[in-house]
Antibody
């Protein structure tokens, strides 16, 4: 059974940093693309970032480009999102999402974690 | 403002057939395949249809997807109360170089 368990969310002040983690299990970690997708009541679902199976390709939404960095560690079967210069508009529930295949730019999202809540506020 | 346009709500009675639409443009739906997700309150989204019209294992054949030009549709036949959820469409946008989502359609079973 595929499991994606996010952690690292919380309340943080604007301008500060936070690192989200996602522990993956139930599939061959190195074979699949992974993503971070966030959700807010007002803006719905927004793709944040994706990374290909071998970390060779990464992509970011314009809203986070230059501030967020996605990475993966095959030794720990984990996905990460390093978030710098956080803004109030980054407040959202962040989901760790598995791609259906190796390419983050083509293959759909087939499994989602339960999410970790990030609140950016002073 | 979502790149893909969906009606905010839809409804139907048990047993009825309902269709949810998703409208985009030449750089997204017009070029790439469309996926559909559904989300019940308090839970994460789940993949319902991928690559325009493919169902993952376990999804009933009451759910079907189609695409024409820059629009896609999700049809649900034999509507059941457990189909009440929010339905999202998604695809890759070649111009934005990002995945884009519809705003979601909340389906109510009357």
């Amino acid at each position: 059974e595929v499991q994606l368990v996010e952690s690292g969310g919380g309340l943080v002040q604007p301008g500060r940093s936070l690192r989200l983690s996602c522990a993956a299990s139930g599939f061959t970690f190195d074979d699949y693309a992974l993503h971070w997708v966030r959700q807010t009541p007002g803006k719905g679902l927004e793709w944040v970032s994706g990374i290909s199976w071998n970390s060779g390709d990464t992509g970011y939404a314009d809203s986070v480009e230059g501030r967020f960095t996605i990475s993966r560690d095959s030794a720990k079967n984990s996905l990460y999102l390093h978030m710098n210069s956080l803004r109030p508009e980054d407040t959202a529930l962040y989901y760790c999402v598995k791609g259906r295949n190796w390419n983050y730019a083509i293959d759909p999202f087939d499994y989602w974690g339960q999410g970790t809540l990030v609140t950016v506020s002073s | 403002q979502s790149v893909l346009t969906q009606a905010p709500s839809a409804s139907g009675t048990p047993g009825q057939r309902v269709t949810i639409s998703c409208s985009g443009g030449s750089s997204n739906i017009g070029t790439n395949t469309v996926d559909w997700y559904h989300q019940s309150p308090g839970t994460a989204p789940k993949l319902l249809i991928y690559t325009d019209n493919q169902r993952p294992s376990g999804v009933p054949d009451r759910f079907s997807g189609s695409k024409s030009a820059s629009s896609a549709s999700l049809a649900i036949s034999g509507l059941q109360s457990e189909d009440e959820a929010v339905y999202f469409c998604a695809t890759w946008d070649d111009s934005l170089k990002t995945w884009v989502f519809g705003g979601g359609t909340k389906l109510t079973v009357l």
